[in-house]
């Protein structure tokens, strides 16, 4: 070989080299978390079913980013959850470094709540969910309502945390549906806040009580039998509470079926996090692909056994989720619009 053939054969792989590991596009997405701080806004309270799973994901989601970023969490309450879905809208940068960790009712509340917003669910960077899950309405252990068909008999006041929340909008639906006499006394901030008048006798229980957060902020009130499930909300009956009657499962019309299935559906999407509207592609796979593989460290497993009575994550990923709000957006306008209706008064 002679030597510019050995020159020519260096620059040749100097350029290869370049172009698999030096295009702008690898060279960002390669390190582009790097130094900066992702921030994990929380829709609702501390201490919160929402609040304990983000706050144990921001503790392991920067290991599996580029750039290996600080990860930190803190709480942005308020509307239930509709104060964080406009902050995401209308001011969080869309580079990646701002999520919101959500209840699962505010997946619904752009479609059917009174504001009729410029934006959609489905406008959103769905990144994943925790779990799946399904929600109850409960009532204190001290409440003369104990079954569903005392409920349709007797007023039966629940605590609420605002119009975007399942807190409210679950026991109006099943007061259309089912005929039950569920009163929501909204305005409580978060989870801890709703708890806390339950067990001071303020309400006599609560709806939209996912069985997930459930058991991450009150796991007493399940160890010492504390509250009676009612009813609940689901695609499926959760698999330890099928004696617990299924919403979906007695409505008898379709009309009625339809709009206890939009209620429902967003509850396969247990403690979502989404980032905002136009989020960068990039950013967006790469955190997608983060969530899931720090769901899957033994580690957070481990951790989040803890807090969730031995149960591991259900998570589902991005591209999943992104097509579940598709579907949900795409509801029939009827269904929508007596939903609308029912929940704004």
């Given at each position: ?6 020159r020519?054969?260096?620059s ?22 790097k130094?900066?701080?992702?921030v ?5 309270t501390?201490g ?7 706050r144990?994901?921001?503790r ?13 969490a ?12 406009e ?13 919101g ?10 479609l059917?709540?009174?504001?009729k ?16 899950d ?29 119009a ?36 001071r006798?303020?309400v006599d229980?609560?709806c ?14 399940l ?5 009676n ?17 299924l ?6 019309t ?8 939009l ?18 592609p990039?950013?967006?796979a790469?955190?997608?692909k983060?969530?899931?593989?720090a769901?899957?460290?033994?580690e957070?497993k ?19 989720m ?6 949900m ?5 009827a ?7 029912l929940?704004?008064p």
């Amino acid at each position: 070989m002679t030597i510019p053939d050995i020159r020519f054969t260096a620059s040749a792989l100097a350029l290869l080299s370049c172009a698999t590991i030096c295009t702008p596009g690898a060279a960002q997405t390669e390190g582009y978390f790097k130094g900066k701080t992702v921030v994990i806004n929380i829709g609702g309270t501390a201490g919160g079913g929402i609040d304990v799973g983000a706050r144990l994901l921001a503790r392991f989601l920067g290991k599996y980013l580029p750039g290996q970023p600080q990860v930190v969490a803190q709480n942005m309450p308020g509307a239930g959850g509709v104060r964080l879905l406009e902050y995401l809208v209308s001011q969080a940068p869309k580079d990646g470094t701002v999520l919101g960790a959500f209840a699962s009712g505010p997946l619904v509340e752009p479609l059917v709540g009174p504001r009729k917003p410029a934006y959609g669910i489905a406008d959103f960077a769905a990144i994943g969910s925790l779990e799946k899950d399904v929600a109850f309405c409960t009532t204190w252990f001290k409440s003369p309502v104990r079954t569903l068909e005392e409920a349709k008999k007797t007023v039966v006041t629940v605590a609420g945390t605002g119009a975007g929340s399942g807190t409210d909008t679950d026991p109006a639906v099943l007061n259309e549906v089912l005929g039950t006499k569920f009163k929501v006394i909204t305005g409580y901030l978060g989870t801890q806040e709703t708890a806390l008048a339950v067990e001071r006798g303020e309400v006599d229980g609560r709806c939209g009580f996912g069985f997930a957060s459930l058991k991450a902020s009150r796991p007493d009130w399940l160890k010492d039998n504390k509250i009676n499930f009612l009813v609940q909300m689901g695609l499926e009956a959760h698999p330890l509470a099928r004696d617990v009657p299924l919403a979906l499962d007695l409505a008898d019309t379709p009309e009625k079926k339809a709009m206890i299935r939009l209620m429902s559906s967003h509850l396969a999407l247990g403690r979502p996090y989404l980032g905002p509207p136009g989020m960068n592609p990039d950013r967006r796979a790469e955190m997608r692909k983060a969530f899931m593989a720090a769901l899957g460290d033994p580690e957070l497993k481990a951790e989040f056994a803890k807090t969730s009575g031995g149960d591991e994550p259900d998570p589902t990923g991005g591209e999943d989720m992104q097509k579940l709000l598709v579907e949900m957006q795409a509801t029939p306008p009827a269904v929508v619009d007596r939903l609308r209706v029912l929940l704004n008064p």
